[in-house]
């Protein structure tokens, strides 16, 4: 698990009673929550009802969480155990006369579920990497990061940069970006950066 | 997902934002906004009281009869310390507070309004009209026992 100092300042400032600390965490982690119910297959109530729970034990041990940087692994297992609760008061009485073993249908099984967490801790990461980047580098991934991708004559006309201009600032921004303390111990992130900004210059 | 090199190259981090963002767009602007709202809650100490038992997700409900009108929905909350058992009926919502004793109930719409119900010595309250939206209760009994429900949403 990677050690973002960002997530201990901002459970930090939470304690401290900020608002705009916490609706940081509720911007950067509502995914990997929203996710998790997702691979549970749980119905849009069902995922507010866990959602709504998830954020009040935060609110409510945030001040006692042990180590402020295992925050998404917190949410995960509880918005893990949410969910199974939710299903749990769902079904109990749906096939009460069966065996036991029979009476929940299967659940994902942890890879797939651990999986989910993986993706969405790397994409809160992302985020809040590229959160940090200059206005003028935000602007061009942004648009490069765009779905479909634009084609350059088209960012240089919205950016004012010349076509020549966008390669190198794009490989400037994503080795800025790449350096990021987010994204330190995430997959894809990492230190040995230099050698692949430089030749991509 | 997308298969993460050990280190990204620039096609693949921008391809990596790329999902990044996808993901964010995904979760609906009212399910973000509901967690933010959540921190009202971050001085409140009561009891989370949570939902063990709700009757629209009971093929067996059996509604029960009442004076008025018959129970359409009965909804259970329970905490370590109380527990408080909800029934629609009509167009009124019945509660009672378990162990019986008198208390007040604080209705609080996510939307903001708060009113203010008391239960009787047996625990017995009544709230009319239903309130619109989610809601939460907020029960505090004369012995200073509390809980605070989960959202409640009856209006659907």
Not at chain 1, 111 to 128: C, D, F, K, Y
Not at chain 1, 159 to 182: E, F, K, Q, W, Y
Not at chain 2, 50 to 58: F, G, N
Request: charged share 25%; with cysteine; net charge negative.
């Amino acid at each position: 698990m990677h050690n973002d100092s960002s997530v201990i300042a901002l459970v930090a400032r939470v304690s401290d009673g900020d608002q705009e600390a916490w609706n940081e965490i509720i911007e950067r982690y509502s995914p990997l929550v929203w996710a998790i119910c997702l691979r549970y297959q749980l119905d849009r109530q069902d995922i507010d009802d866990v959602g709504q729970s998830v954020w009040l034990l935060l609110i409510e041990h945030i001040g006692s969480l042990r180590e402020a940087a295992a925050l998404p692994g917190w949410l995960a297992t509880t918005t893990r155990r949410e969910a199974l609760r939710v299903l749990r008061a769902g079904r109990r009485h749906e096939h009460a006369d069966l065996p036991p073993e029979d009476q929940m249908p299967p659940y994902p099984d942890a890879e797939t579920i651990e999986e989910a967490v993986v993706v969405a801790e790397r994409n809160a990461a992302l985020r809040a990497a590229f959160a940090e980047l200059p206005p003028r580098c935000q602007e061009l991934l942004a648009m490069l990061a765009s779905d479909p991708p634009p084609a350059y004559a088209e960012v240089s006309g919205k950016l004012s940069i010349p076509i020549g201009g966008i390669g190198p600032t794009r490989a400037r921004c994503l080795s800025r970006m790449r350096r990021s303390p987010h994204l330190a111990g995430i997959v894809g992130g990492g230190a040995s950066d230099v050698e692949i900004s430089e030749s991509g210059r | 997902m997308t298969p993460v090199p050990e280190v990204w190259d620039d096609e693949s981090l921008i391809a990596a934002l790329r999902e990044a963002f996808r993901a964010r767009e995904a979760v609906p602007a009212e399910f973000v906004q509901a967690g933010k709202s959540v921190f009202a809650w971050h001085n409140i100490d009561a009891e989370l009281a949570q939902l063990t038992y709700d009757s629209s997700r009971d093929e067996d409900y059996e509604p029960s009869l009442r004076a008025e009108a018959a129970s359409i929905r009965a909804l259970t909350f329970t905490s370590a310390h109380l527990t408080v058992e909800l029934e629609v009926t009509g167009d009124t919502l019945l509660g009672q507070i378990i162990p019986a004793q008198g208390g007040v109930i604080r209705i609080q719409p996510r939307d903001g309004g708060e009113t203010t119900v008391t239960a009787d010595e047996i625990g017995c309250f009544s709230i009319r009209p239903i309130p619109l939206g989610p809601f939460r209760l907020y029960c505090r009994t004369r012995d200073d026992l509390d809980a605070l429900t989960g959202w409640i949403t009856l209006d659907t």
